[in-house]
């Protein structure tokens, strides 16, 4: 799939690489996700800010980089203002879905957040997610963005506790194991994002 993304874009981007802020051309850095369609985010053309080298790089030689490759993406509202961000599942070598990167967009610039697949999986309809730090360390969170950062604000959640029990919380309040299992289900059965497959946009190449 790399294969397939890079050479589709008829190395719009990918001709050269630009792994630093002074090899991308940042003319495009202040636009913000709003204006820019979800075609020329996916085939590279936009500039997006990789906040884990803070470094305005294309889309593509981020994948190239890291030996990612785009499996799906949505765009979804993550943090209720309003405004969407974009969504995309990555796959790495033979891991079909190994993570997601997280566009979000401040109108000064496109921030990439880079999320393995347990810190950030079953994306729902509404935003919510689940995560997971280990067999008795789950849960759902929903996430909020501010100066080109972010925040996991946990919703319902286990956790183990020094004394090797394990402590369950919804909204803030303690819960019963009962109470948290029937959250959890209602959670799972909620209508998931709107995943749609990169292949659909990749431009004709003739």
């Keep these: 799939m790399i294969a397939a993304l ?16 002074t090899d991308v051309d ?25 906040t884990n080298t803070n470094e305005s790089v294309y889309l593509c030689d981020y ?9 799906n993406y949505t765009a979804i509202d993550l943090n209720s203002d309003g405004t969407c ?6 796959s790495k070598g033979t891991t079909e879905y190994w993570g997601s990167l997280i566009l979000h967009s401040d109108q000064e610039r496109i921030y ?9 999986y079953d994306l729902k309809a509404d935003g919510t ?15 909020d963005f501010i100066s080109g950062s972010y925040t996991i604000i946990p919703i319902a959640y286990c956790e183990s506790t020094e004394d090797q029990d394990i402590a369950y919380i ?16 209602e959670q799972i059965d909620k ?13 004709t190449t003739e």
């Design 6 to 21: 890079c050479t589709a874009v008829v190395a719009v981007s990918c001709a050269e690489p630009h792994n630093t802020e």
């Design 26 to 50: 940042k003319s495009n850095d202040n636009n913000s996700f709003e204006d820019i369609s979800n075609k020329e985010i996916l085939d590279s053309t936009a500039i997006i800010f990789d």
């Design 63 to 71: 994948l190239v980089d890291s030996s990612l490759s785009v499996y």
């Design 85 to 90: 961000e974009m969504v995309i599942q990555l």
């Design 112 to 120: 990439a957040h880079e999320f393995t697949y347990r810190s950030f």
């Design 129 to 143: 997610f689940m995560y997971s730090a280990g067999a008795s360390d789950y849960g759902i969170a929903k996430m």
């Design 170 to 185: 919804i909204n803030g309040n303690i819960a019963s194991k009962d109470q948290f299992d029937i959250y959890i289900s």
């Design 191 to 203: 209508a998931v994002a709107d995943w749609q497959e990169f292949t659909s946009l990749m431009p």
